[in-house]
């Protein structure tokens, strides 16, 4: 086997886009030398329980024209960089080549797909999905760099586990950096979102093929992770960009899966939300840094952080508060018929909101260092967990007699608290960080139930005098808003009597 090009970190935006903008999109390419397509035929390797696609990795053995080529490719800490290893495999004849896991034995990638298949044998391996494609190539120049334009068409198929054949289309752009700067890529996949509506996608062919196979529409929702930084002293750079990534990787992924037309989104939704909403208090930080996104992004991240909530206040009432009162052998509620709600990617596949995803991916892949030392940032960061300690255990001490706006601003602050102990956590006492967050968690879910009794009062009341039956739901809100109450307090109390962890 022959190593070939590929031995780097390849940086890539996938996009799809409405089928109708096809021949726009073919004609555009054409135009910059794509005037032939290429077919590819790969078959993807993995375990019988599906290890590799589990731990982000696809081992692929695919056709090029006459020529066969094994990949492996493994996640990183970016969400669209990856390592890339490739090897041309010498083969005559029909069928699939024999593949050589000892053939990336060298490559950093080898050594993430080693320790997935510990005490695997690889006589377990076998080929779970595979893809015909036809793709057309281009390459572009831009005033930072170099890229490849790759348009693919075709399907992916998989057996299930009864044997029947199933298939999923395939129509995407894939922009990848050749050389240059990765702002490039950022800027070539704007240019495809304002002229042919393109929308960012996150699922990669292999994780296709994986929901294939296993007869599942989507994977699980992603949900967020502790931060690390790479460097025991991180620079400011490092810092804004560990933190965006952090926000991206439970942003997009959840995204796409809902874009993608699944139907039983909710928790998807949810989480999209939650790591918006850690974008926003990533934003507080940021700005320590003069680092700021503009007026119309922010009023577009709040347009569609409300569009969100509208989903989960509704929820809140259909999926809690009717089986609540159900299993309380109480009267159904009747809300006034509201107009049914559209599927979310109607706004989020829209332009507005793909182009501040663009401007989020370009803030956590900015190339230069930040104008302030790289202590000043730290120490800043600190004092701001500080003052929002205080000031959240002062409030939390009153939390019986202030109001309930006064409890959802404390809540609100307690949120941003957590997300930055999530994006900061290398900064706190390790052995203490698992039990401190754990205790902050439950705090917060109960300040989360007791919001979302007061949004369900806030609604039914205007249709109490309309239906008789919703005082029952009232006088059960009523008494469930003061358990709750109690509850937080106590949670509240359990949180401050630890002493904080950084």
Known sequence: MDSLHQD?????????FPAEKLPAIEKFLRSKGALKRQHLQAAYIDTDDFRLARAGIALRLRKEGRQWVQTLKTGT???????????????????????????????????????????????????????DIWRRKAHLKARNGLVEYALDLGQIKAFDSQGTEKTVPVMELEIELLSGQRSAVIAHALMMVKRFGASIDTRGKAQQGFTLANGIQSIPPVRAELAHFANSKPSDTEIISTIVQSCLAQILPNLSEINAGINLYDEHLHQLRVGLRRFKSALKILAL?????????????????QLLGTYRDSNF?????SPALKASKGPAIQLEIMPPQKHPSTFLRAKPFQELLLAIIALGNHNVESSLPNSLLKKRIIAMLDSTFRDTKKQAAHFKTIDDLKRHRLRKKLKFLRYSLEFFGDFCQRNKRSKYLKVMATALESLGNYNDICVAIHELGPSVEKHSQHWFAMGWLSAEQNRVREQSNENLKSLYSLKKIW
């Open 77 to 131: 800490s970016s969400n669209f960089a990856r390592l890339e290893h490739e090897i041309v495999v010498p083969h005559r004849g029909g069928g699939i080549p024999a593949w050589s896991l000892a053939a990336h034995a060298e490559h950093p990638a080898g050594a993430v797909l080693m320790k997935a298949l510990v005490n695997t044998s690889a006589e377990g391996l076998a080929v779970r999905y595979s893809t």
């Open 289 to 305: 840094n003069h680092t700021y996104m503009t007026e119309l992004q922010i009023q577009t991240l709040e347009q569609v952080f």
């Open 317 to 321: 009432i259909a999926e809690k508060l």
């Open 8 to 16: 780097h970190q390849e940086f890539e935006l996938k996009l799809v």
